[in-house]
């Protein structure tokens, strides 16, 4: 079965967040470092650091978690990323050796 995502991206100044789902993440974040979409929200706050993503089995799973996760406060989103990325390191690198290259859609 082919895992779903849940993600959040951040700009250089962490001054905003981003939670996003997909099925692709490699894909998905690529997207958002080539401003794919130049209206996009993304694009217009450079946000294309990769901070923080859980893995799924099931694209439902990751929609409610993006869901959770939107609902939660800021702090509990910094909290979050604190606890598995502390130096905010861009995970894109991560994703890419762990799930491939992934081909663009």
């Known amino acids: 079965m082919k895992p779903s995502f849940v993600y959040i991206l951040t700009n250089k ?6 939670i996003g ?3 692709n993440i490699v ?3 690529r997207q958002h470092k080539d401003k794919y979409y130049p209206k996009s929200f993304t694009a217009r706050y450079n946000l294309d650091k ?3 993503y859980e893995a799924f089995q099931m694209i439902g799973d990751a929609i409610g978690r993006e869901k959770q996760l939107k609902a939660g406060s800021r702090a509990k989103k910094i909290a979050l990323i604190d606890s598995i ?3 905010w390191v ?4 991560v994703v890419r ?4 290259d992934g081909e663009l859609e």
Not at 90 to 93: I, K, T
Request: no cysteine; glycine share 4%; net charge negative.
């Open 85 to 87: 990325n502390p130096e």
């Open 90 to 93: 861009d995970l894109y690198d």
């Open 27 to 29: 894909n998905r974040i």
């Open 13 to 18: 100044n962490h001054t905003t967040l981003y």
């Open 21 to 23: 789902v997909t099925s």
């Open 97 to 100: 050796a762990e799930f491939g």
């Open 50 to 52: 990769l901070v923080y």
